[in-house]
């Protein structure tokens, strides 16, 4: 399937909401609309660091996202990014969305001078991981997560 990547704009917001509710359900999680409202926000503002790129194709509209975080690093000299959400409309998987969502972001992190793109997904997500294993062998990292209760 071929689709145009573009930066999200703000009459996205409904279609981007589907996916990424979508996605949170995907990784067991339930929709919050204070962090969904949040999130949405930092993606429009210019000056925030998480940022989103879509997948739109001609016949279906928008069928994919990725929201991504560029940070220092204290590995390297240049900004790295972290592509931290993913995810494809059902409907449309194994048409190579992914894999141009990717690629795209490969591109971006070569003209804007990042040392690295990086990504996580959980182990069992088996289809995923076929689609990153053909662009770099997995890490060998494990991750660790400790939630941290507010006090407030």
């Known amino acids: 399937m071929r689709v145009v990547i573009r930066p999200v ?3 996205d917001e ?4 589907e996916l990424w509710d979508s ?3 995907f990784y067991q999680r339930e929709p919050d609309e204070s962090l969904t409202r949040y999130t949405w926000s930092r993606i ?21 996202i990725a929201n991504y975080v560029v940070h220092e690093s204290t590995s390297a000299l240049t900004p790295v990014c972290y592509l931290q959400d993913l995810f494809v409309d059902p409907a449309v998987r194994a048409h190579g969305v992914g894999r141009q969502l990717l690629e795209w972001l490969f591109v971006e ?4 001078n990042w040392s690295r793109l990086y990504w996580q ?18 890490s060998g990292f ?4 400790l939630t941290v209760p507010s006090i407030v």
Request: overall charge neutral.
């Open 121 to 138: 997904t959980r182990e069992d997500n088996y289809r995923a991981r076929e689609l990153y294993d053909r662009f770099t062998p997995h």
């Open 14 to 17: 409904p279609r981007w909401r």
């Open 23 to 25: 996605y949170t359900r």
């Open 9 to 11: 704009y703000a009459d």
């Open 44 to 64: 429009l503002d210019d000056t925030a660091s998480i940022h989103a790129v879509v997948a739109e194709s001609h016949e279906h509209g928008v069928v994919g």
């Open 142 to 145: 494990v991750r660790y997560v």
């Open 109 to 112: 992190a070569a003209v804007r």
